[in-house]
């Protein structure tokens, strides 16, 4: 028999998809269903594909192809996030062009990727940084400057049909444009940024971890910067609600609800003492109002400088010039030792009438709420740190149920931050609104309604969602459409006017002062209006990689259109996208920004669906191991030796270490390549192995020794096919077990693939082989095995179906049904024991009566050594639960 050989096997079938294009989809697709199958595209990385890539492309590749025996039009696109820092980064070291790395890196990615058999339709390949590609994504940018948000139909409008007030018309056209850009989805403003100057570039809160570049690990600090927002705070409502519309692990829609952070509260107006101005505070506590010691505001609150009196002057200047130098970031770490200054103002209580000190502290960011929160040390954490740093009292007015804990609470010693029951309390409001006893939430009620109606505060809604930082000071972006015009006002390009390429420069160093390299592209930079003769400049800034993400997956459907981004009826017909999957990492970035562009498109009628992605799956984590020495240092896999017995050595002095669990990474020296994988034992083992480990979103851990058994079933199933002394009965002679181990092979596949249970999947076909390797099947069970079989070994599974005489690709075979009722067990084989030794196995019916069960066995013990008759004992047991025999002993000569 012929032997198997997966590189040959694997070259030819790779080479036959290409040729046939076999994966090609054209235009909307001819069946009636369709399904859209997207995976998060790569960054194609100067280290190539890594082993975390194939886990998931494989669970999806193996569904695509389920789906196409399914008679689906599936939609299965790949290409590369292909702009951002690395590249950059290379050509500052080397000089060489961006493109000519990204170029060769998405060249070997594809090779590297063809080479596991996926099976994309890579007509469709793209790359966002090239330019057919970011002339439509800044095409969606100047949708979105070009947009406002009507907070009344809470969706996005085109500016031109924004009102505009009377005297601001009437005040020229300068004053229109600034009126305009207050309301624009995307806005240059002067803002604090994350400076990072190891990158050389501002980084968005995301992107910052612990005051830290999320690539890189560089410091990142505060500094004030002329900057591009894109206003997605306006869409924090829908986007909270409309999760409600998809088919998201809740994890993830957890985090994204946390991150645009919505709370629910009161503002509430404290009177300056001797002025007739406010201060309002945002609380999330109105209930502990009676409980307010004294007011903080954040340093950078524009009544500072005026409610600072001189005895505070230069304690305040000296802490507002300390807190400046600290990240938004740092200041907000939980537990941080509470700093600040008296101001030497007050301002008064509305509830009650009490004087309350006013502070500055770097524990109240200016752009949350109202940037000022009313201390009430009783029952918050922070305030209760900063009141008994500075000496402030500290008054209780909710207690807890349970005595001991209220009475610490009651003697300020402890901060309750919990529900609990409201104090006694002599101010006559209290008495007025009767809240003694009531419980907090009541009490929260109650005196958010005393202020409302007393003129002294509202319901208020706030989220913790910023604008998005839009803006990079780097070279290797697309360059935003922008010109800036020396009387101030700017313009946009036109549809017509893009792709605004990126110009060549040698010097790729961001320039003094953080602007962009861009600024040294003199030619490029300066330029003059045609009809005016105004002089303007481009913007240099370039946008975030996170844009080429935001909508990857509708260039996808129409990728070669240069009429426009994509056409109408194509969107229809594919979107939304049915099966997203991709790592856990996305929860809040990548995925808030597509859902945010995609929603501006949906309101601007650019596309069908409020939502992009229907479904999300998450695979889990690939890890390896590695081990530990007795000081807890990772010691790389190579440096150990583990002797039979298990026990793990290293090898230059013999020091036993533990084995651990260790993410993949380069210093361990545990990273798997894909490559290595494929030469040693073909992508098909490769791929089942990857799906065997273990549920696609349970994180594994990868097991050289493991992947021998997958390999082993592979090869059975070449042999099984291959095997010539085979022979093949009709459909009419199988046996009942094999009919039905057919159907429930076919059940459970099919289930586990609806279910993306890839790993359950597998084990089903295995049993499957083992059920039937040794009995007789017609043709049809072999092509049964064969195109169940071929989602998953795919270059195997074409070639076993060539054997079985098949000239065209199994690629469109018909998925095989099952029946139910075949699934149904008719017969049963029952050992049959004399005096409990096994004499004998005898085939009946399961409805077997007990008296035709003793005559039965009767008859299959006449002819041998051990006759017994019906008058003997006989003991029938059962399969569990039924009344179908398993097992008869008879005890003879009772
Ligand atoms: C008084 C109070 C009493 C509060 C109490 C809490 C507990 P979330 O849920 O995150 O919205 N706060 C308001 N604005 C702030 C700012 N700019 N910087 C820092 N903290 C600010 O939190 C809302 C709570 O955080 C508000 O409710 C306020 O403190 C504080 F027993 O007001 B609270």
Redesign the pocket.
């Known amino acids: 028999m012929a032997e198997y050989r997966p590189s040959e096997i694997e070259a030819k079938w790779q080479k036959y998809w290409d040729e046939h294009k076999t994966f090609k989809v054209e235009g909307l697709g001819t069946k009636d269903k369709k399904m859209y199958v997207l995976d998060m595209f790569p960054y194609p990385s100067g280290a190539g594909l890594h082993i975390g890539h194939p886990l998931g492309y494989t669970g999806t590749d193996i569904f695509c192809r389920y789906k196409r025996m399914r008679g689906y039009d599936v939609l299965h696109p790949m290409g590369y996030d292909a702009f951002g820092l690395p590249a950059e980064q290379h050509a500052l070291n080397t000089g060489e062009h961006p493109s000519k790395i990204t170029r060769e890196n998405c060249g070997r990615f594809t090779r590297q990727l063809k080479a596991l058999g996926f099976s994309y339709d890579w007509d469709r390949e793209i790359a966002t940084c090239d330019e057919e590609y970011y002339r439509w994504t800044q095409w969606i940018f100047t949708k979105i400057y070009n947009s406002w948000f009507d907070e009344e139909q809470q969706k996005a409008r085109p500016i031109e049909e924004l009102p505009i007030p009377e005297e601001v018309r009437a005040a020229g056209k300068k004053a229109v444009f600034d009126y305009q850009a207050q309301y624009r989805l995307a806005y240059n403003a002067e803002a604090m940024v994350n400076w990072c100057p190891g990158l050389g570039t501002v980084l968005a809160n995301e992107e910052v971890i612990d005051g830290k570049s999320e690539r890189g690990g560089f410091d990142v600090i505060r500094k004030p910067m002329k900057q591009w927002m894109l206003r997605i705070t306006k869409y924090s409502e829908r986007l909270i609600k409309e999760l409600d519309l998809i088919d998201w692990p809740q994890a993830i829609k957890d985090q994204q609800r946390n991150w645009i ?1 919505k ?1 629910y ?1 009161a503002e509430i107006a404290f009177k300056i003492e001797g002025q007739d101005k406010d201060i309002r ?9 009676f ?2 010691t004294f007011m903080v505001i ?1 340093p950078e609150h524009p009544l500072v400088d005026e409610l600072t009196t001189d005895a505070q002057r230069a304690a305040v200047t000296a802490y507002k010039e300390q807190a400046s130098k600290m990240s938004e970031l740092a200041r ?1 770490i939980e537990n941080r030792e509470k700093t600040g200054a008296f101001t030497g103002s007050y301002v008064i209580n509305p509830i009650n009438g009490e004087r309350v000190p006013l502070y500055i502290g770097d ?14 040390p ?3 954490d ?2 209760f740190d900063y009141a008994k740093k500075y000496g402030i009292p500290i008054r209780a007015v ?1 207690a807890p149920e349970e005595k001991e804990t209220a009475a610490k609470v009651a003697a300020g010693e402890l ?1 309750w ?1 919990e529900a609990g029951v409201m104090l006694p309390c002599d101010f006559p409001v209290a008495k007025e609104i009767e809240i003694e006893g009531k419980s907090n939430e009541d009490a929260k009620k109650l005196i958010t309604d005393w202020l409302i109606a007393h003129g002294r505060g509202s319901r208020v809604i ?1 989220y ?1 969602l910023r604008d998005w930082l839009f803006s990079r000071q780097r070279y290797w972006g697309e360059p935003i459409p922008i010109i800036h015009w020396e009387d101030g006002t700017d313009t946009i390009l036109s549809e017509d006017e893009l792709p605004l390429k990126l110009p060549l420069i040698a010097d790729y160093k961001p320039s003094d002062g953080g602007e962009s390299p861009l600024a040294k592209a003199k030619d490029w930079l300066e330029v003059t209006d045609p009809k005016t003769g105004m002089k303007g400049r481009r913007e240099t800034n370039t946008m975030p990689q996170w844009a080429g993400s935001c909508w990857y997956y509708l260039r996808f459907i129409d990728p070669h259109n240069n009429k426009c981004a994509w056409d109408k009826e194509l969107e229809k017909r594919w979107m939304p996208v049915d099966l997203y999957v991709g790592g856990a990492e996305h929860a809040v970035l990548h995925l808030l920004y597509a859902r945010f562009w995609h929603k501006v498109l949906f309101d601007l009628g650019y596309v069908s669906t409020p939502e992009p992605f229907h479904k999300l799956f998450n695979q889990g984590m690939l890890v390896s191991y590695a081990y530990k020495d007795s000081r807890g240092a990772l010691v790389p896999v190579d440096e150990v030796q583990e002797d039979e017995n298990g026990v793990a050595r290293k090898i230059a002095d013999g020091e036993v270490v533990e084995r651990i669990t260790a993410k993949m990474s380069k210093s361990l020296r545990n990273v798997i390549n894909p490559d290595d994988v494929v030469k040693a034992y073909g992508a098909d083992t490769l791929r089942m192995y990857l799906m065997f480990m273990g549920p696609l979103e349970a994180m594994k851990m990868w097991d050289s020794q493991a992947i021998n058994g997958v390999h082993r079933f592979v090869k059975k199933a070449y042999s099984f096919i291959f095997d010539e002394s085979r022979e093949v009965v009709a459909e009419d002679a199988e046996s009942e077990d094999v009919v039905r181990a057919t159907h429930l092979a076919v059940k459970r596949v099919t289930e586990s693939l609806e279910g993306l249970r890839f790993n359950t999947a597998i084990s089903a076909l295995m049993e499957f082989l083992n059920a039937i390797t040794y009995e007789k099947v017609s043709k049809k069970t072999l092509e049964t095995f064969v195109i169940m079989l071929a989602p998953f070994a795919v270059h195997l599974g074409e070639e076993l179906w060539e054997k079985l005489g098949h000239s065209e690709t199994v690629a469109y075979a018909t998925w095989p049904s099952y029946d139910e009722e075949k699934l149904k067990q008719n017969e049963v084989s029952v050992v049959v024991q004399i005096g409990g030794k096994k004499r004998g196995v005898l085939t009946t019916s399961i409805e077997v009566s007990e008296s035709d069960l003793k005559k039965e066995v009767v008859a299959l013990m006449a002819d041998s050594a051990f006759k017994v008759s019906e008058n003997d004992r006989f003991i029938v047991v059962y399969q569990n639960g039924t009344k179908i025999p398993k097992l008869v002993n008879v005890i003879c000569g009772r």
């Open positions: 952070g709370s509260g505070v945002f609380t999330t506590r109105p209930d502990t109002l409980g307010v954040s907000t524990y109240v960011l200016v752009n949350y709420g109202t940037g000022a929160v009313m201390g009430v009783s029952h918050d922070r305030d909710i901060c931050t706030n913790r």
